[in-house]
């Protein structure tokens, strides 16, 4: 995980506002510019980490404060809690300007003039002006529920939107047309008592409401289900959306066995590499063999001022210890406990354990061993932001519903790794323990643990972004399935 700059510098005539040191300035547009490292390492990361903080400088110093304010459509996005960094958003601005601004990294902003049909009611998102949930859902054109139909669906299931005020903005507006595809929408959704509320709403004033489905080939994903936020409707939509492409791929557990005890030797046999592969992929320089003294407890950090301090062995051993939980986990499986129960009640032996160590070296605040995160954080290079702080906990208590009640261990493994990693929700570890996860399950169906090999780190880390980005989970299953077939011959 990298640091992220989230300032940007005006430049006026050739002269700079603020002294950067040894950093470098890369140019976003004419007279504003990303700090970043040197030879612009890290730069991908500050810019998506920033990117919300320079639109909201940016247009505030062309337009003015609130003289602007995000599309229906890039409005909804975020109301729907899309956490991606989108590749183009479109702005509506009172004056005069109707451009596409090119930014880094492939994402760009369309600026449009809409005067007549501002929106007088605006909020804030990530401090930049958009629309009402309502009045997004209402101004929608028919091209984003074919393009966007999940969105839209986590935004129509959330138990906190009324519908009687989407009637009130739809004859405020008399928009008839928004109003047929709202109302077919619900009933595709199968909500036919919000849809029939509408319908008699605007029936009632007077209007002939001939109802249309604006999605069509969408298949509803959480019918029957109410969501309490964005975030949490999100990660359930994407369970029930990926579980059958698994299924299509990965093939059937075999169960497990009944020498359990050569299975947990076997998982033993694989913790040397299991732990240089895993703490490699995240950074650490770590040797086979400052992993095998740890393992056989002659690593005496008490004695030796430089081991210590050494930040890559206490990770190392912060790991020993973490596998030493993962394994007392496994056991439980043996007694046919629920993986996904002994998940949600194991997740935070492992996690303090993993830590442990730096909080005993004096690396690590104490506060951090308790909770989950309590800030943003931003994935290296990754254009998907894991969700707000504020929204973990309903992300978790759902992970945890979902694990407990999927009847299948390659699914469980499979998305108990990505949703995980997908929250993101400790400030660090989250790919270590994403990696516990996709084990703890692999063996709850009778598969060998499995170690992820760090010469395929830049393979790895691009099909979790596929998955995260673009709802993608084939290329990440099948990555999963080639290292498991590598380790079974």
Known sequence: MLWVIQYFFLVIQGILLMSVGTQCLTCIVRGWYLLTSPGGRGGSTAWFGGFWAFLKHYLDDRFGALEYCMSAESSLNLHAGDTTIPTQIIILTKKESNTRVELLHKTSIFLGTDQK????????????????????????????????????????????????????????????????????????????????????????????????????????????????????????????????????IMPEAPGLGEEQSRTMDNIWE???????????????????ELIEKIGNGKWDPGHSDADKKHKDAMAAIGYFNSFQAVTKSIEKIFKNENPGQILENDLQTWYRELFSPLLQANLLP???????????????????????????LDCMEVFFDLLKNEPSAMVRSILGHFIFVYIHPYMDGNGRIGRFIMNLMLVSGGFNWTVLRVGRRAEYMAVLEKASTEENIIPFTEFVLSELMHWKD
């Open 366 to 392: 104490a506060e951090r061993l308790a909770g989950y995160r309590n800030q943003q954080v931003y994935i290296t290079s990754s254009r998907h932001v894991p969700p707000p702080r504020t929204a973990i």
């Open 117 to 248: 049909n501002f929106p007088t009611d605006i909020e804030t998102i990530n401090g930049v002006p958009v629309m009402p949930v309502i009045n997004s859902l209402c101004r929608l054109t028919p091209s984003y529920f074919h393009n966007n139909p999940r969105n839209v669906e986590v935004i129509l299931k959330l138990t906190s939107l009324p519908v009687a005020e989407i009637s009130r903005t739809l004859l405020k507006f008399e928009a008839l047309a928004a109003a047929e595809k709202l109302i077919g929408a619900f009933q595709h959704l199968k909500e036919e008592s919000k849809a029939s509320q509408i319908q008699k709403d605007l029936e009632a004033a007077g209007y002939v409401v001939n109802p249309t489905n604006p999605f069509k080939t969408y298949e509803p994903q959480l019918v029957g289900q109410r969501i309490s936020s964005p975030y949490a409707g999100r990660i359930k939509l994407q369970w029930n959306l990926m579980r059958e492409e698994i299924v299509k």
């Open 270 to 288: 694989t913790y040397k590499q299991d732990a240089y592969h895993s703490l490699s992929i995240e950074g650490y320089h770590v040797t086979e």
